[in-house]
């Protein structure tokens, strides 16, 4: 690891009187994924839109690869793709037209763009849609056309906002496995996306953006481990066994009873400890379970119990 | 790659890039020449009758000119409008290319729509009984005029196509100011008979003045019964329209080049 792709310190950004970056800092390591996560309108966008110089900040600096997107933004676009929320294809154009264009922007020479337009075809699978117009286009093509142009130029850093929005579940796969191959390549990858799954899948590292503000960061393991950690999972065979159960169960921790699926769930400081003991015991108590286990929090409840106002939390 | 030459390469992937889908869209092409068509043959037919006949026919070709190029501002506005809305000027914006390039590929682009649309306008003309009755080098002068003031429109509609919040609103922003311009000018009537001030804008009206250039570089006399202003534009016509465009253009190139640092995709 040699330092960071992406700096942002203090981020700032106001919309009128709605603010839409409320001091965001991040740090992105070299040659990894990085995962912004966050509900609509958490900033997400706006952080992509500063650090790819579509938006000036407020406040705050925001290095890329080295080069300040204040001061010197012609060598941040040379660092730099972008793949837009909405994929920034040329319906008119062939899929090979489209690719070419942006070399050309690039500066290539007609012979290179022509050979970097192929390679990119080739690497994303389009070959055979090559020279019929976009228009024409799947989603799942269009996406994969738009990322393509955003690696014309191989930049070290690919930003990709919700790169997977409103895809088919095999046109999302196609997208994980070409920014598992980015990074095989060393590539920077920063993420934006609402699906948890997503971030979890793919991400090194996530910071979860809410209002504006980055309200976790960490890997998916350390952020599952801050939202409390593991908790045990008990499925009993007969509903009638629970008062006993509860009773039995008593000073373990607080106990969340789901009566329809006949499960109860406790939070636990030392799972494999704990499970060996409530088995013994319900063992020698003669009571049947369908299903016993350790369970780690999905992201999903991470992300509710990070974005979820306290006051909301209490009344529920 | 020097400035100048990334320019250059930049605008003419641009312009490359909007030929194609030009010629993609067949139905743009029809719409740019479509509305001379009608001009043609409305005005000359239908107006013409009761304001000179032969010899308004001949006379209003060179406004007909002036309004065709003029109105083909409106491609480039909802052109720049289209780009910003499906997020294509983004993309091109988080590249490392030059600012001018974007819009100056848009502008000379457009210019290929205007000569198609002159031709198109010029063989109307010429089935109605106009002539150019000139030398040909006259001829070419008047043509290049025309075309340089389509591309000075052409960078009015560019930055009103930024400004637009919606293609929608480019829609309607993008014609609705070409009716004025085209009208209170000298292309289809007589500016003396408008009260006051029209009768001054028109006078001094960048369209009137291209009108009149076109008129002498072609040879088209004016019609007697439609009396023409003879100050100080009029007499200078053919150097008062040439500064003219370079003027909007330096204008509008200006303002649409700051703009388009600041636009975004909505």
């Given at each position: 690891?040699?330092?960071?792709a992406?700096?942002?310190?203090?981020?700032?950004?106001?919309?009128?009187?709605?603010?839409?970056?409320?001091?965001?800092?991040?740090?992105?390591?070299?040659?990894?994924?990085?995962?912004?996560?966050?509900?609509?309108?958490?900033?997400?966008?706006?952080?992509?839109?500063?650090?790819?110089?579509?938006?000036?900040?407020?406040?705050?600096?925001?290095?890329?690869?080295?080069?300040?997107?204040?001061?010197?933004?012609?060598?941040?676009?040379?660092?730099?793709?972008?793949?837009?929320?909405?994929?920034?294809?040329?319906?008119?154009?062939?899929?090979?037209?489209?690719?070419?264009?942006?070399?050309?922007?690039?500066?290539?020479?007609?012979?290179?763009?022509?050979?970097?337009?192929?390679?990119?075809?080739?690497?994303?699978?389009?070959?055979?849609?090559?020279?019929?117009?976009?228009?024409?286009?799947?989603?799942?093509?269009?996406?994969?056309?738009?990322?393509?142009?955003?690696?014309?130029?191989?930049?070290?850093?690919?930003?990709?906002?919700e790169p997977t929005?409103?895809?088919?579940?095999?046109?999302?796969?196609?997208?994980?496995?070409?920014?598992?191959?980015?990074?095989?390549?060393?590539?920077?990858?920063?993420?934006?996306?609402?699906?948890?799954?997503?971030?979890?899948?793919?991400?090194?590292?996530?910071?979860?953006?809410?209002?504006?503000?980055?309200?976790?960061?960490?890997?998916?393991?350390?952020?599952?481990?801050?939202?409390?950690?593991?908790?045990?999972?008990?499925?009993?065979?007969?509903?009638?066994?629970?008062?006993?159960?509860?009773?039995?169960?008593?000073?373990?921790?607080?106990?969340?009873?789901?009566?329809?699926?006949?499960?109860?769930?406790?939070?636990?400081?030392?799972?494999?400890?704990?499970?060996?003991?409530?088995?013994?015991?319900?063992?020698?108590?003669?009571?049947?379970?369908?299903?016993?286990?350790l369970?780690?929090?999905?992201?999903?409840?991470?992300?509710?119990?990070l974005?979820?106002?306290?006051?909301?939390?209490?009344?529920? | 790659?020097?400035?100048?030459?990334?320019?250059?390469?930049?605008?003419?992937?641009?312009?490359?890039?909007?030929?194609?889908?030009?010629?993609?869209?067949?139905?743009?092409?029809?719409?740019?020449?479509?509305?001379?068509?009608?001009?043609?043959?409305?005005?000359?037919?239908?107006?013409?009758?009761?304001?000179?006949?032969?010899?308004?026919?001949?006379?209003?070709?060179?406004?007909?000119?002036?309004?065709?190029?003029?109105f083909?501002?409106?491609?480039?506005?909802?052109?720049?409008?289209n780009?910003?809305?499906?997020?294509?000027?983004?993309?091109?914006?988080?590249?490392?290319?030059?600012?001018?390039?974007?819009?100056?590929?848009?502008?000379?682009?457009?210019?290929?729509?205007?000569?198609?649309?002159?031709?198109?306008?010029?063989?109307?003309?010429?089935?109605?009984?106009?002539?150019?009755?000139?030398?040909?080098?006259?001829?070419v002068?008047?043509?290049?005029?025309?075309?340089?003031?389509?591309?000075?429109?052409?960078?009015?509609?560019?930055?009103?196509?930024?400004?637009?919040?919606?293609?929608?609103?480019?829609?309607?922003l993008?014609?609705?100011?070409?009716?004025?311009?085209?009208?209170?000018?000298?292309?289809?009537?007589?500016?003396?008979?408008?009260?006051?001030?029209?009768?001054?804008?028109?006078e001094?009206?960048?369209?009137?003045a291209?009108?009149?250039?076109?008129?002498?570089l072609?040879?088209?006399?004016?019609?007697?019964?439609?009396?023409?202003?003879?100050?100080?534009?009029?007499?200078?016509?053919?150097?008062?329209?040439?500064?003219?465009?370079?003027?909007?253009?330096?204008?509008?190139?200006?303002?649409?080049?700051a703009?388009?640092?600041?636009?975004?995709a909505?």
């Amino acid at each position: 690891m040699t330092g960071y792709a992406v700096q942002i310190t203090g981020l700032r950004k106001n919309f009128g009187t709605h603010t839409a970056l409320d001091g965001v800092d991040l740090a992105i390591p070299a040659g990894q994924v990085f995962g912004l996560l966050g509900p609509n309108g958490a900033g997400k966008t706006t952080t992509v839109r500063v650090l790819t110089t579509l938006l000036r900040a407020d406040a705050g600096q925001v290095l890329v690869a080295g080069a300040d997107v204040a001061t010197d933004p012609q060598q941040v676009r040379r660092n730099i793709g972008l793949s837009g929320q909405y994929a920034a294809v040329d319906d008119r154009l062939t899929g090979f037209e489209n690719l070419y264009l942006v070399a050309r922007l690039y500066g290539m020479t007609r012979r290179r763009s022509t050979a970097v337009a192929r390679d990119l075809l080739d690497r994303f699978r389009l070959t055979d849609a090559a020279d019929r117009q976009a228009a024409g286009y799947s989603g799942g093509m269009r996406r994969r056309l738009d990322l393509a142009g955003a690696l014309v130029a191989a930049p070290p850093v690919v930003v990709l906002d919700e790169p997977t929005t409103g895809l088919d579940p095999q046109s999302r796969l196609d997208v994980w496995e070409v920014v598992g191959e980015l990074v095989g390549g060393g590539t920077t990858v920063l993420l934006t996306t609402q699906y948890l799954e997503e971030a979890d899948q793919l991400a090194d590292r996530i910071a979860v953006l809410n209002h504006g503000r980055v309200i976790a960061e960490g890997s998916s393991d350390e952020l599952k481990q801050q939202a409390g950690g593991e908790r045990l999972e008990l499925v009993l065979g007969q509903l009638r066994d629970l008062p006993a159960v509860l009773q039995l169960l008593e000073g373990l921790g607080e106990l969340i009873v789901d009566e329809r699926a006949r499960r109860i769930t406790v939070p636990v400081s030392d799972g494999q400890r704990a499970l060996a003991a409530v088995l013994d015991l319900l063992n020698a108590n003669r009571i049947r379970l369908l299903d016993a286990g350790l369970r780690r929090p999905t992201l999903d409840e991470v992300f509710l119990g990070l974005t979820t106002p306290v006051a909301e939390k209490v009344s529920a | 790659m020097n400035a100048v030459s990334a320019i250059a390469q930049h605008s003419g992937a641009i312009a490359w890039r909007n030929l194609v889908g030009l010629r993609r869209t067949p139905g743009a092409i029809f719409a740019s020449v479509l509305q001379p068509i009608m001009f043609v043959f409305l005005l000359g037919y239908v107006f013409g009758g009761s304001l000179g006949g032969e010899a308004y026919r001949e006379f209003i070709m060179a406004g007909i000119f002036a309004q065709t190029v003029t109105f083909n501002a409106a491609f480039t506005t909802i052109g720049f409008a289209n780009d910003l809305q499906k997020g294509i000027v983004d993309r091109f914006r988080s590249l490392p290319m030059s600012r001018v390039g974007v819009i100056l590929g848009r502008t000379s682009s457009d210019l290929v729509t205007s000569m198609i649309s002159l031709l198109v306008t010029s063989l109307c003309g010429l089935a109605m009984g106009w002539r150019i009755r000139s030398s040909v080098l006259d001829a070419v002068a008047g043509y290049l005029l025309i075309l340089l003031f389509a591309f000075a429109m052409s960078w009015v509609g560019a930055y009103i196509g930024l400004v637009s919040r919606s293609v929608e609103v480019a829609q309607s922003l993008g014609l609705i100011w070409l009716f004025p311009a085209t009208f209170i000018s000298s292309g289809f009537v007589s500016v003396v008979a408008m009260p006051e001030p029209l009768a001054t804008i028109a006078e001094w009206n960048p369209i009137t003045a291209l009108a009149g250039a076109a008129r002498i570089l072609f040879g088209n006399p004016a019609v007697p019964g439609l009396p023409q202003p003879d100050g100080w534009p009029a007499q200078h016509a053919v150097g008062y329209s040439l500064l003219c465009s370079l003027v909007i253009i330096a204008i509008f190139m200006t303002l649409s080049v700051a703009r388009y640092r600041k636009a975004t995709a909505r």
